[in-house]
């Protein structure tokens, strides 16, 4: 599934970002979205889930009580609501999604996820 993000860009600590990831000619039909993200230097972090079908959604430590994931099903795009930004949090962020997982909890045990993005790049001001 061809993955197209947005929405990343510069902001001042404290600020707020929305991500966008949209799949292209295709739907999501009922798999599970996720978004990581990557800093210079760092491993790849998993920072939220969410399911396509029914409630449920994860959230990696790093993004609790701050960020939330949600869907809109008719625009096939799943967001990424980024609030009280860090510097920390200054990475490229991507979307994924797998064929073979309709929840969170298939996604996060995923060895390897089939499709991403080409990712975003958020960078926080101090």
């Known amino acids: 599934v061809p993955l197209v993000e947005s929405g990343g860009g510069l902001v001042q600590a404290g600020g707020s970002l929305r991500l966008s990831c949209a799949a292209s000619?295709?739907?999501?039909?009922?798999?599970?979205v996720g978004w990581f993200r990557q800093a210079p230097g760092k491993e790849r972090e998993l920072v939220a889930v969410?399911?396509?079908?029914?409630?449920?959604?994860y959230y990696g430590d790093s993004a609790k009580g701050r960020f939330a994931i949600f869907r809109d099903n008719a625009k096939n795009t799943v967001y990424l609501q980024m609030n009280g930004l860090k510097p920390e949090d200054t990475a490229v962020y991507y979307c994924?999604?797998?064929?073979?997982?309709?929840?969170?909890?298939?996604?996060?045990?995923?060895?390897?996820?089939?499709?991403w993005g080409q990712g975003t790049q958020v960078t926080v001001s101090s």
């Open positions: 994924a999604t797998d064929e073979a997982c309709s929840d969170y909890g298939c996604f996060v045990q995923r060895p390897s996820l089939s499709s």
């Open positions: 000619g295709r739907t999501f039909s009922n798999y599970a």
């Open positions: 969410i399911n396509w079908i029914g409630p449920g959604t």
